[in-house]
Nanobody
């Protein structure tokens, strides 16, 4: 089992920045994929960004490209999501996800492990 714990959410004004963290523990795989999804009220959970374990390849949803950046620590057990130029439409619960698949995926069905989520609210 893998446990994921997110932190760093909060309230920010439009144009501001926040950094989310996700710490993984348990049977983590350094070659697996970690990613962030988000779910706004009344909407489905959507892919935001991912990073593969082996090569560190990153991939982003078009809606966040150029504004969000994913990174990880050298031990590959913590990933960070730096969010800049935040917009009200970024308001959502953000979930960290992990999977042992080394190739990465934007599909939530491909991720086996999920954190509890952290709320991000962007005011206009």
């Amino acid at each position: 089992q893998v446990q994921l714990v997110e932190s760093g959410g909060g309230l920010v004004q439009a144009g501001g920045s926040l950094t989310l963290s996700c710490a993984a523990s348990g049977r983590t795989s350094s070659s697996g994929t970690m990613g962030w999804f988000r779910q706004a009220p009344g909407k489905e959970r959507e892919f935001v960004v991912g990073i593969t374990g082996a090569l560190g390849r990153t991939y982003y949803a078009n809606s966040v490209k150029g504004r969000f950046t994913i990174s990880r620590d050298n031990a590959k057990t913590t990933v960070y999501l730096q969010m800049n130029s935040l917009k009200p439409e970024d308001t959502a619960v953000y979930y960290c996800a992990a999977d042992n698949n080394p190739f990465g995926s934007t599909s939530r069905e491909d991720y086996d492990y999920w954190g509890q989520g952290t709320q991000v609210t962007v005011s206009s």
